[in-house]
């Protein structure tokens, strides 16, 4: 399959825990990767490879992992992480990158 | 600090063509793997292309294989996208963007900020 699946929306309340999914084929093989974009701005990476921060990336995001669903969880959501958010891995090949559709996170 | 800045982006004709630019700076440009991303209004992210350090690998989504043309030039710290037989569905903001690390192909951390092109008669 060449396809990753996320949830069109998601809300949490503010200072809460929410998980952002990706499902797909290639995350059995494959890390996913997560990017934040805000309006107007470029994809900001958040989580890469097993569960990875690039620096600067606030400790509260971290991604994990189980057979074809790849995750992102924020724990404590503030304000300012209402964004849309979007995995994105590899294809079966390993050649082509995909993005899922992105989820779009309300904070409440 | 590492810069992109893609330039080339406009109103182009259906069938037509154009060549985007994304020039870098801040890094050794020459050490790192680039992919270009698009974005349609109101959509989600889409990735293009990738090609290595040296441009002796290239790789295409299958959207736009056999249409778009990736390169760079190294010399001159820049990367392109030559694009042909455009369709309006390719009207996007076209966006650059470095792999994490030096001479691999690994996620990519840093992006420009974008150049809108609008495929329309």
């Known amino acids: 399959s060449s396809e990753l699946t996320q949830d069109p929306a998601v809300s949490v309340a503010l200072g809460q825990t929410v998980r952002i999914t990706c499902q797909g084929d290639s995350l059995r093989t494959y890390y996913a990767s997560w990017y934040q974009q805000k309006p107007g701005q470029a994809p900001v990476l958040v989580i890469y490879g097993k569960n990875n921060r690039p620096s600067g990336i606030p400790d509260r995001f971290s991604g994990s992992s189980s057979g074809n669903t790849a995750s992102l969880t924020i724990t404590g959501a503030q304000a300012e992480d209402e964004a849309d958010y979007y995995c994105?891995?590899?294809?079966?090949?390993?050649?082509?990158?995909?993005f899922g559709e992105g989820t779009k996170l309300t904070v409440l | 600090e590492v810069h992109l800045v893609e330039s080339g982006g406009g109103l182009v004709q259906p069938g037509g063509s154009l060549r985007l630019s994304c020039a870098a700076s801040g890094f050794t440009f020459g050490n790192y793997w680039m992919h270009w991303v698009r974005q349609a209004p109101g959509k989600g992210l889409v990735w293009l292309s990738r090609?290595?350090?040296?441009?002796?690998?290239?790789t295409y989504a299958d959207s736009v294989k056999g249409r778009f043309t990736i390169s760079r030039d190294n010399a001159n710290n820049t990367l392109f996208l030559q694009m042909h037989s455009l369709r309006a569905d390719d009207t996007a903001v076209y966006y650059c963007?470095?792999?994490?690390?030096?001479?691999?192909?690994?996620?990519?951390?840093?992006w420009g900020q974008g150049t809108l092109v609008t495929v329309s008669s």
């Open positions: 994105n891995s590899r294809d079966s090949s390993g050649t082509r990158r995909l």
């Open positions: 090609i290595n350090v040296d441009g002796t690998i290239t």
């Open positions: 963007a470095r792999a994490l690390k030096e001479y691999g192909d690994y996620d990519c951390a840093y």
